[in-house]
């Protein structure tokens, strides 16, 4: 029974984009750098695994110019999708030989890609949880960017290089940290669930489930001990979890302060973002930034240049306090707010800045000093 099928070009390879971000260089077994395609008179299954993120789209038949044959087959993925890309059709044809190689042509040209053993391929369960949640794909979205830039890229301590997903009841808790910096997301959920949920979803993962989403529709969370599945749309991306507890950060973040300090978000951002263009080691660049009752003034230097800025700022302490940080830290932490206003609080030179949005209770973060003495 020979697969064939004939199918728009842009359907084709909008299915294999998403499915190919599953693959990975460290694959292990050869039949997981193919494409599996599963063709039944329903529609196209387009999957590809490299075992701990499975990535599957399903096209409708109504979607499908031809289904001829039902059929699978694992394909070879190295140029796949550059040959689909390039061809000069808009329609295109599948058609499996009978050697066990797939045959992609359309009236003036014809590619023969060789198939890996399909037996091979193994079955990877996608399958509904006890555990289901529902978010906005929007809300999803946001979440995960307001707070995995804060991600450790750090293989020491693996479980920070992943997302912490905490659910309590009805409200969600997103947390990333590289014991640096920490960015925590809040988000309420329509349901409540019954048991309590600490996860930590891998780095990779989580960028391309990133690129995955868009701002509209619903996203489905089936939640598992060992893993998670997102249905969106057409498409199921499940992910192995990284494996123990995730460091409780509760307690690193104060409940009183000696400074709030309230600044205009843009100004801040542009004065640090200028303060810090004569660094040339972009990984130290550190800022001191000195609070003078209304007056905040930043500085930076290199072993051959200086710079000043300096603004107004609203403060609840008249004390003169100085303190240093990351520019790049600051700037990373910032960008992700989408507020006028944000209220910077401090307790002292040697203790974390707590970083908040005005318009957002939702998210906070944190970035630790650095020592200059």
Same mark, same amino acid.
């Given at each position: 029974?020979?697969?064939?099928?004939?199918?728009?070009?842009? &359907?084709?390879?909008?299915?294999?984009?998403?499915?190919?971000?599953?693959?990975?260089?460290? &694959?292990?077994?050869?039949? %997981?750098?193919?494409?599996?395609?599963?063709?039944?008179?329903?529609? %196209?299954?387009?999957?590809?695994? @490299?075992?701990?993120?499975?990535?599957?789209?399903?096209?409708?038949?109504?979607? &499908?110019?031809?289904?001829?044959?039902?059929?699978?087959?694992?394909?070879?993925?190295?140029?796949?999708?550059?040959?689909?890309?390039?061809?000069?059709?808009?329609?295109?044809?599948?058609?499996?030989?009978?050697?066990?190689?797939?045959?992609?042509?359309?009236? #003036?040209?014809?590619?023969?890609?060789?198939?890996?053993?399909?037996?091979? +391929?193994?079955?990877?369960?996608? !399958?509904?949880?006890?555990?289901?949640? +529902?978010?906005?794909?929007?809300?999803?979205?946001?979440? &995960?960017?307001?707070?995995?830039?804060?991600?450790?890229?750090?293989?020491?301590?693996?479980? %920070?290089?992943?997302?912490?997903?905490?659910?309590? $009841?009805?409200?969600?808790?997103?947390?990333?940290? @590289?014991?640096?910096?920490?960015?925590?997301?809040?988000?309420?959920?329509?349901?409540?669930?019954?048991?309590?949920?600490?996860?930590?979803?891998?780095?990779?993962?989580?960028?391309?489930?990133?690129?995955?989403?868009? *701002?509209?529709?619903?996203? !489905?969370? *089936?939640?598992?001990?060992?893993?998670?599945?997102?249905?969106?749309? =057409?498409?199921?991306?499940?992910?192995?979890?990284?494996? $123990?507890?995730?460091? @409780?950060?509760?307690?690193?973040?104060?409940?009183?302060?000696?400074?709030?300090? =309230? /600044?205009?978000?843009?100004?801040?951002?542009?004065?640090?973002?200028?303060?810090?263009? #004569?660094?040339?080691?972009?990984?130290?660049?550190?800022?001191?930034?000195?609070?003078?009752?209304?007056?905040?003034?930043?500085?930076?230097?290199?072993?051959?240049?200086?710079?000043?800025?300096?603004?107004?700022?609203?403060?609840?302490?008249?004390?003169?306090?100085?303190?240093?940080?990351?520019?790049?830290?600051?700037?990373?932490?910032?960008?992700?707010? *989408?507020?006028?206003?944000?209220? /910077?609080?401090?307790?002292?030179? *040697?203790?974390? #800045?707590?970083?908040?949005?005005?318009?957002?209770?939702?998210? #906070?973060?944190?970035?630790?000093?650095?020592?200059?003495?």
């Amino acid at each position: 029974k020979n697969m064939k099928f004939t199918i728009n070009k842009n &359907i084709i390879v909008e299915a294999l984009s998403n499915a190919v971000r599953a693959l990975s260089t460290k &694959i292990t077994i050869p039949v %997981l750098n193919g494409i599996l395609l599963n063709l039944t008179n329903d529609g %196209l299954e387009v999957q590809a695994s @490299d075992s701990e993120l499975t990535i599957k789209t399903t096209i409708e038949a109504k979607n &499908i110019v031809n289904i001829e044959k039902e059929g699978r087959a694992v394909l070879q993925s190295r140029c796949l999708l550059e040959i689909i890309r390039k061809m000069p059709s808009e329609i295109i044809n599948f058609e499996l030989t009978e050697n066990n190689n797939i045959k992609i042509y359309s009236d #003036i040209n014809e590619y023969i890609i060789e198939c890996y053993n399909i037996g091979e +391929y193994p079955n990877i369960a996608l !399958e509904k949880s006890q555990n289901t949640i +529902y978010l906005e794909s929007k809300i999803l979205k946001e979440m &995960i960017n307001q707070t995995s830039y804060a991600m450790s890229m750090q293989e020491v301590r693996p479980l %920070l290089t992943g997302l912490n997903l905490k659910i309590n $009841g009805d409200i969600l808790e997103c947390t990333a940290t @590289d014991s640096y910096r920490l960015s925590k997301k809040t988000v309420k959920l329509k349901d409540s669930i019954n048991s309590n949920i600490n996860i930590v979803i891998p780095g990779k993962s989580v960028n391309e489930l990133v690129y995955i989403l868009k *701002d509209e529709g619903n996203v !489905e969370i *089936d939640l598992f001990k060992n893993k998670v599945l997102f249905h969106y749309n =057409n498409i199921l991306f499940q992910t192995a979890l990284l494996n $123990g507890t995730y460091p @409780d950060t509760s307690n690193y973040i104060p409940k009183d302060f000696n400074y709030m300090i =309230n /600044l205009n978000l843009k100004e801040f951002y542009s004065a640090i973002d200028r303060a810090s263009t #004569i660094m040339v080691s972009k990984d130290k660049n550190i800022i001191k930034m000195v609070i003078d009752n209304k007056k905040m003034t930043l500085f930076a230097a290199s072993s051959d240049s200086k710079s000043k800025e300096e603004l107004t700022i609203d403060s609840n302490n008249k004390e003169k306090l100085e303190i240093s940080y990351s520019s790049k830290y600051m700037l990373d932490a910032l960008k992700v707010l *989408d507020s006028e206003n944000i209220i /910077l609080l401090i307790n002292g030179d *040697d203790k974390p #800045i707590i970083i908040n949005s005005v318009d957002d209770d939702t998210i #906070i973060e944190l970035i630790l000093p650095i020592k200059t003495y």
